[in-house]
């Protein structure tokens, strides 16, 4: 099982980013998928998580600004960010096969997201 996150970026406070991760190996549409962020210091955290059916469960601290979605037939998660600011500064993991926000089984390389 594979991972990959397509590259994040650099932006200005207010701006916005979307980037996806695409899953090789098995087909992920049963499974929830995720989004995680590490910022320096701190420990992982969720951001944004999404069940087989498509319900989407957010943060508080990014509900209303990012959006998780997924394409089942591309076997693509994506997750769109809005509004950002420095607080978002982190790098991002894209997760798979877990439990809601936690026991997820896979995990892509992180991209990373920096807001100045």
């Known amino acids: 099982v594979q991972l990959v996150e397509s590259w994040g970026g650099l932006v200005r406070p207010g701006g916005s980013l979307r980037f996806s991760c695409t899953a090789s190996?098995?087909?992920?549409?049963?499974?929830?998928m995720g989004w995680f962020h590490q910022a320096p210091g701190k420990e992982r955290e969720g951001v944004a998580v999404?069940?087989?059916?498509?319900?989407?469960s957010y943060a508080d601290s990014v509900r209303g600004r990012f959006t998780i979605s997924r394409d089942n037939a591309k076997n693509t998660l994506y997750l769109q960010l809005n509004s950002l600011s420095t607080e978002d500064t982190a790098m991002y993991y894209c997760?798979?096969?877990?439990?809601?926000?936690?026991?997820?089984?896979?995990w892509g390389q992180g991209t990373q997201v920096t807001v100045s």
């Open positions: 997760a798979a096969n877990g439990d809601i926000w936690s026991e997820y089984k896979s």
């Open positions: 999404i069940d087989g059916d498509g319900i989407a």
């Open positions: 190996g098995y087909r992920t549409s049963r499974y929830c």
